[in-house]
C-alpha cells in the first residue's frame, strides 16, 4: 500500500507517484514518539508488533538506538490482532514497572481488528448488537482489562483509510 508523504512527484499527467507506504510512515510515527517521550528523564518506552499474533517485543529502555533497531525491523503482516498487541503491552507494562509510576500505552494500526485472542467471555463492548464481531470487542475489552486492572491508559492512532468500524473500535 503506498500513501503519499515523503518523495512525491507528479508522473506525466497519470497522477501523484509516492515512494512511502504505510509502513514507512508507521515507522517515522514510532520513531518521532520514541523521541518525545525519551526527552524527559527517566521515561522508557517498550514496543510489541503483531499481525495475526505478537511479532515481536522490545521490553522498556530508554535506549534509542535500540527502539530504532527494532522498528526499523518491522514488516507488514496482513493480519490485524489489536488484542494480541494490546495484552503483549500490557505484559511488558506490569512486568517492568510499579504501580507507583503512570503507565500508558499507544496502539497504532492501519485496519481493522481481524483476528480474536480467546477471551471469553467478551461484552459487545462496540454496541453494534453483533456479537460475530469479535475481534473488535477483544480488543477493547484488552483495553479496558489494561485500566481497570492494571491502570494503564491507552491511546489509540489509526493510519491511512481505515473504516468506520475500525475508528469505533479505536475510539472506544
Same mark, same amino acid.
Request: hydrophobic share 25%; net charge negative; charged share 15%.
Given at each position: 500500500n503506498t500513501v503519499c508523504g515523503g518523495s512525491c512527484w507528479f508522473d506525466y499527467g497519470y497522477g501523484i507517484e509516492c515512494t512511502n507506504t504505510k509502513m514507512d510512515i508507521a515507522k517515522t510515527a514510532d520513531k518521532e514518539f520514541v523521541d518525545? =517521550?525519551? $526527552?524527559? $528523564?527517566?521515561?522508557? =518506552? *517498550?514496543?510489541?508488533?503483531?499481525?495475526?499474533?505478537?511479532?515481536?517485543? $522490545? *521490553?522498556?529502555?530508554?535506549?534509542?538506538?535500540?527502539?530504532?533497531? =527494532?522498528?526499523?525491523?518491522?514488516?507488514?503482516? *496482513?493480519?490485524? #490482532?489489536?488484542? #494480541? *498487541?494490546?495484552?503483549?503491552?500490557?505484559s511488558i507494562l506490569t512486568s517492568e514497572s510499579n504501580s507507583s509510576r503512570a503507565r500508558s500505552m499507544l496502539v497504532m494500526t492501519d485496519g481493522e481488528a481481524n483476528v480474536d485472542c480467546n477471551l471469553d467471555p467478551v461484552t459487545d463492548h462496540d454496541e453494534d448488537g453483533d456479537t460475530s464481531d469479535d475481534p473488535q470487542d477483544h480488543a477493547i475489552e484488552a483495553a479496558c482489562d489494561a485500566y481497570n486492572n492494571y491502570n494503564i491508559t491507552v491511546y489509540t492512532v489509526g493510519f491511512g483509510d481505515i473504516s468506520y468500524s475500525a475508528q469505533q473500535t479505536l475510539n472506544s
Open positions: 518525545v =517521550v525519551l $526527552e524527559t $528523564e527517566n521515561n522508557r =518506552v *517498550g514496543l510489541v508488533s503483531y499481525d495475526s499474533s505478537t511479532d515481536d517485543t $522490545e *521490553g522498556l529502555t530508554n535506549s534509542t538506538s535500540t527502539l530504532y533497531n =527494532v522498528i526499523d525491523s518491522y514488516s507488514p503482516g *496482513g493480519s490485524t #490482532c489489536i488484542c #494480541c *498487541g494490546v495484552i503483549s503491552a500490557t
